[in-house]
């Protein structure tokens, strides 16, 4: 399978401030997303990045908290921002379109985000 | 109703036991199904698809009923390994989106 990146893998930021987060795969892909997954809970998804065009939202998540960009098939970023404790919580990416796996979604290691 | 439905365990089984985790979902277009694996801190990793006709990987079967909207997973001859926490992931009908379940955990114990 192919290899999903994310920088950063973690950080710990002040309230009020941004963090984007980078995902970056080593293959072309047909499909982004970005999820959440907050203590204890499972994943959310939060939006579809499309390439070259603004990404679809899932209810309860607007473009002005989390912008993403999703310049070419291979990279996209979401950042959190105006951050809150709240948001404190596991950023993932995931794709889908893999070479031979076509509807089967992997997902990258994850950023650890802490809000203070 | 959530639209997906797992007991959450913890399931603390022997080595060597056989355990089986339920899953039931509510979107009667749903098409594909998954389990996921998740350890402790990682991302989830992608177990096994299930397919209607039900399938085999090793040690582990998977199980779909549409009519009941219910998918299992069973794992036999259980492993130190495999404590974990198992999701049960369906898609959204026409769409790559997926939708999670909470997952449940298992402890294997010595």
């Known amino acids: 399978s192919a290899v999903i990146s994310q920088k950063p893998s973690r950080d710990i930021c002040q309230r009020g401030t941004s963090l984007t987060i980078q995902c970056q795969v080593d293959?072309?892909?047909?499909?982004m997303f970005w999820y959440r997954q907050q203590p204890g809970q499972s994943l959310t998804l939060i939006a579809t990045a499309n390439q070259g065009s603004e990404a679809t939202y899932e209810s309860g998540f607007v473009i002005d908290k989390f912008p993403i960009s999703r310049p070419n098939l291979t990279f996209s970023t979401l950042t959190v921002s105006n951050m809150s404790p709240e948001d404190s919580s596991i950023y993932l990416c995931s794709v889908v379109g893999l070479a031979g796996v076509n509807n089967e979604q992997f997902f990258g290691p994850g950023t650890r985000l802490t809000v203070l | 109703r959530k639209e997906v439905e797992q007991d959450p365990g913890p399931f603390n089984v022997p080595e060597g036991a056989t355990v089986a985790f339920n899953c039931t979902y509510s979107n009667s277009a749903s098409q594909s199904f998954f389990w996921y694996r998740q350890d402790c801190r990682k991302e989830p990793k992608l177990l096994m698809s299930?397919?209607?006709s039900g399938n085999e990987d090793g040690r582990f079967t998977a199980q779909l009923n549409r009519a009941s909207q219910y998918i299992s997973l069973l794992i036999r001859d259980s492993k130190l390994s495999d404590s974990a926490t198992y999701l049960c992931?369906?898609?959204?009908?026409?769409?790559?989106?997926?939708?999670f379940g909470k997952g449940t955990k298992l402890s294997v114990i010595p």
């Open positions: 293959s072309q892909v047909t499909m």
């Open positions: 992931v369906v898609n959204r009908a026409g769409s790559y989106q997926l939708t």
């Open positions: 299930v397919y209607s």
